[in-house]
């Protein structure tokens, strides 16, 4: 080889080293992030801000623009966005939207991810089952949950000497002798319970019903689905142990009547323990919903993070969406939201009384949601409080109020 050509060689090699040396020696470049969340308050916005510096500390190079998305408008500029081409990296999502973003191919599957990761380990038992999507395929990483229990007055329990009722024949006994006239109450009618038939009651319904069929269309109209409906109606129609408003009653009657001492039992979770304490203190305690024919079913309300398709920094992505689902930062996370960690190693150091934790974490191998189909959204809205209030004041009976929901469910 000739000595000019030894030249070239080695010349090409300490470029060759010289660019190894400077690739090295550069920074990576800046990965951004953009992650869409919804808080009620400043203060929440506050925690966000903590976590997202926490963050960042950690991992040099991310960046985290956390943006608080007002919730009434929140799934709207979502899919808005989805559609434009601008979705964030990361963003909070429930179940019920899942089947459309997967439709829109709008979301990464992380099955790889989570199968790697060592938190997985220390989420709570059939978090990642209930948010696999109907392909199978893992796209949501749990955050944060509520689920359905029963508040019951300890108070009222212990001076008729009653315990809280584990099954439904428990339940409709205690109902029954906890319903007191006001000839004998101070002239105050009492009642065992707080039924709530107007919107948002499904989820008080479900533990009596669901926990005997499913929503499928075919199930609704049979004998056991019907009897099961009719065994809820009767609670006012036969044995009249809630109050008389109760086909119009939401959230907030069927709150002031418990605290005021009018109702026993009432169906609600998490988010309404501190109210309920600060009113009541120790009269007031939980567990788990009963059990209808060996059966328990309960609500499950969600909250998760999913990674979008469009995300340009998805490895990053998946850092930002394990780290608030880890134990330290997830308990800081639900004292902002006021729901319960989706760690069992956290479950007893969130910010709420043991009693209504234990509730929530002991259903939770029962809890389910409603199902993530397009029918659900009107079923919740307007066909459930529509069927339940008529059939409550006797304008339908149990069996056409079960015909009118598989009806609906029925719809394409």
């Known amino acids: 080889m000739k000595k000019s050509s030894f030249k070239t060689l080695r010349r090409l090699a300490w470029v060759a080293g010289l660019g190894a040396a400077l690739t090295t020696a550069l920074p ?22 903590g ?16 943006q608080n ?84 007055r300890a108070d009222l329990f212990a001076k008729a000497n009653l315990k809280p009722p584990a099954t439904c024949e ?75 408003s109760a086909p119009n009653d939401g959230f907030n009657e069927i709150i002031s009547a418990f605290k005021a001492g009018q109702t026993a039992m009432i169906f609600h979770h998490l988010g309404s323990s501190k109210t309920i304490t600060d009113a009541l203190g120790d009269k007031v ?39 608030l689902s880890e134990a330290q930062n997830n308990i800081k996370f639900v004292g902002a939201t006021g729901q319960m960690t989706v760690n069992r190693s956290a479950a007893g150091k969130v910010n709420f009384p043991e009693r209504f934790a234990k509730a929530t974490a002991d259903s939770l191998p029962f809890a389910q949601p409603l199902p993530a189909v397009p029918q659900t959204a009107d079923f919740v809205n307007t066909v459930w409080p529509t069927s339940m209030q008529r059939a409550l004041i006797g304008e339908i009976t149990p069996a056409q109020m079960m015909d009118a929901i598989s009806k609906h469910y029925a719809t394409k």
Request: proline letters at 7%; glycine letters at 8%.
């Open 28 to 49: 990576a470049a800046a990965q951004n992030l953009v992650f869409w969340y919804h808080f009620d308050n400043p203060e929440q916005t506050k925690i966000m801000d």
């Open 69 to 152: 998305i007002p919730w009434n408008s929140y799934y709207d500029k979502l899919f808005t966005a989805v559609v434009g081409g601008k979705a964030p990296d990361v963003a909070m999502v429930k179940l019920a939207q899942q089947p459309q973003l997967i439709e829109m191919d709008a979301i990464e599957p992380i099955d790889s991810q989570v199968a790697a990761w060592a938190g997985r380990n220390d989420l709570g038992n059939n978090l990642l089952a209930i948010n696999k999507a109907a392909n199978g395929k893992q796209y949501y990483l749990p955050l944060q949950y509520v689920v359905i229990y029963l508040y019951y």
């Open 170 to 244: 428990a339940f409709l006994d205690a109902a029954k002798k906890l319903t007191v006239p006001a000839s004998a109450n101070g002239g105050v009618p009492q009642y065992g319970f707080g039924m709530r038939g107007g919107k948002g009651g499904q989820d008080n319904w479900g533990p009596f019903v669901l926990s005997q069929v499913s929503l499928n269309p075919a199930e609704l109209t049979q004998p056991k689905a019907v009897a099961a409906n009719a065994w809820y109606v009767d609670l006012m129609r036969t044995h009249k142990v809630v109050p008389p």
């Open 285 to 323: 305690s939980a567990v788990p919903v009963p059990a209808c024919g060996g059966k328990r079913w309960t609500y499950f309300g969600d909250e998760s993070t999913a990674m979008f398709k469009s995300s340009r920094n998805k490895a990053a992505a998946w850092k930002w969406m394990s780290f």
């Open 51 to 66: 976590l997202v510096s926490d963050f960042q500390a950690k991992n040099p190079g991310i960046t985290v623009d956390a």
